[in-house]
Antibody
């Protein structure tokens, strides 16, 4: 069974940093691209970042480019999102998702972890 | 970035009705268009991929159609569990942008 379990969300001050983790199980982690998607309270979905299975390609939304870094540790079956220079508008539930179908859709999602940026 | 626009933003219907949600892209995404359903407090779940392919386990009352810049999600014979929010997403070009969502409510 495919499972994705996010962690690391918490309250952080504006300008601060945070690292989110997503532990994957039930599939060959290194063979799949992965993505982070966020949802601000009461708002829609926003695609944040993605990384190819080979880790050759990393991709970012304009809103986080230069502040967020996606990475993965295949030996630990873990996806990361390093977030810095956090802003109030980064407050959201962050979901990790598996990029299935040779990178054409998000077929499995974690339950999400809440990041709150506030003083 | 490719902008995705869904219409309507909200929709009222009754159990048993047939509804259609439209998603328009600011430029062609070929058939790289997916639909997701999200229930309150839960992660989204994949319904339709590649514009018209039904994801495993999704009831056949859901269907997708379209290509290039215009796409539709149709739900026939609405069931009580279908009244929730739906999103389209293009995966033609990163960033893989979502539509703003369509909330389906019981009339």
């Amino acid at each position: 069974e495919v499972q994705l379990l996010e962690s690391g969300g918490t309250l952080v001050q504006p300008g601060g940093s945070l690292r989110l983790s997503c532990v994957a199980s039930g599939f060959p982690f290194g063979a799949y691209a992965m993505a982070w998607v966020r949802q601000a309270p009461g708002k829609g979905l926003e695609w944040v970042s993605g990384v190819s299975g080979s880790v050759i390609g990393t991709y970012y939304a304009d809103s986080v480019q230069g502040r967020f870094t996606i990475s993965r540790d295949i030996s630990e079956n873990t996806l990361y999102l390093q977030m810095s220079s956090l802003r109030a508008e980064d407050t959201a539930v962050y979901y990790c998702a598996r990029w299935g179908g040779s990178g054409t859709y998000l077929d499995y999602w974690g339950q999400g972890t809440l990041v709150t940026v506030s003083s | 970035d490719i902008q995705m626009t869904q219409s309507p933003s909200s929709l009222s219907a009754s159990v048993g009705d047939r509804i259609t949600i439209t998603c328009r892209a600011s430029q062609s995404v070929n058939r790289h268009l997916n639909w997701y359903q999200q229930k309150p407090g839960k992660a989204p779940s994949l319904l339709i991929y590649a514009a018209s392919s039904l994801h495993g386990g999704v009831p056949s009352r859901f269907s997708g159609y379209g290509s290039a810049t215009e796409f539709t999600l149709t739900i026939t014979s609405l069931q009580p569990e279908d009244f929730t929010t739906y999103y389209c997403q293009q995966t033609h070009t990163t960033p893989h942008t979502f539509g703003q969502g369509t909330k389906l409510e019981i009339k």
